[in-house]
């Protein structure tokens, strides 16, 4: 590992990213996986929703077999597009050497969207995508609290029984 206390602020160590997984992947932590983490945290444009996403959306881990490395960018992908990129952008910032071969292959457009799709229904994309759905009954928990509070006024100052009653 590298030394934690010589890392730049913004970096992320090997020990706070361990404290955030499954006990079962603390050993697939390694020097490789934390400099591709900290130079993605080098990129001010999404360091903050990625570093966040990382260490919130690790329980997906415990789903399935999957490598660290393709965690870590399923949470690269899906943070670009939390921040409003399109699946191709975000899929680009995500693989830029990617890309650039397939374009240096003469891949068509119609190729290079079929791979962003694929990726874009990757099981782990998709685990970690869920990570980040708000439930209904969280995001509307204002409304409900207003139809309480009306039901409950009705209740109370209703001129009829069965207004009272409804």
Avoid: C, W
């Avoid at 708000?134 to 609290?145: F, G, K």
Wanted: aromatic content about 8%.
């Amino acid at each position: 590992m590298t030394n934690d206390e010589s890392l730049p602020s913004d970096a992320l160590s090997a020990e706070q990213f361990k404290k955030s997984l499954p006990k079962q992947i603390h050993d697939r932590v390694s020097v490789k996986v934390m400099n591709g983490i900290n130079q993605i945290l080098a990129d001010t444009t999404i360091r903050e929703h990625f570093k966040d996403n990382l260490l919130s959306y690790t329980n997906v881990l415990k789903a399935g077999k999957f490598k660290l490395s393709s965690y870590v960018d399923a949470v690269k992908y899906v943070s670009y597009k939390l921040l409003g990129y399109n699946n191709q952008d975000s899929y680009q910032k995500t693989f830029p050497g990617r890309v650039t071969t397939l374009i240096q292959e003469r891949a068509t457009e119609k190729s290079i969207s079929a791979y962003v799709a694929a990726y874009n229904r990757n099981k782990l994309v998709n685990a970690v995508l869920e990570q980040t759905l708000v439930p209904s009954y969280v995001l509307n928990a204002d409304l409900y609290q207003q139809a309480i509070n009306t039901q409950a006024k009705l209740m109370l100052t209703a001129d009829s029984e069965k207004g009272r009653t409804d």
